[in-house]
């Protein structure tokens, strides 16, 4: 159960930094310099919402807190005799 908790948050984990990353270097520079402007230009057709942060990360996130919790409980509870 625990391996299953570990691989579960390390996955999690994965899928934050794998988005993330994308995230960093393409919609925050779209904001970062003038809000009303750069979006404009980054989407000039209006069709595609740059609002990924309610739709995506309030899942995700709150996923990895959940199973950073479980992982941390999970170390605790283990025995002494089974940490090497």
């Known amino acids: 159960m625990i391996q299953l908790i570990l691989w579960l948050f390390v ?3 994965g899928v934050n930094l ?3 990353a994308p995230e ?5 520079p779209l904001w970062a310099s003038g809000v ?3 979006l404009a230009e980054g989407n000039p057709y209006g ?3 740059i609002d990924a942060g ?3 990360w309030a899942f995700v996130t709150s ?7 479980l ?3 999970s170390a605790f509870r283990a025995a002494a005799t089974t940490h090497r």
């Open 36 to 38: 009303p402007d750069t």
């Open 24 to 28: 960093t270097r393409i919609v925050v």
């Open 54 to 56: 309610i739709r995506f």
């Open 47 to 49: 069709r595609v919402a």
């Open 18 to 20: 794998g988005a993330g």
């Open 71 to 73: 992982v941390l409980a």
């Open 63 to 69: 996923a990895a807190l959940v199973l950073a919790i």
């Open 11 to 13: 996955i999690v984990l």
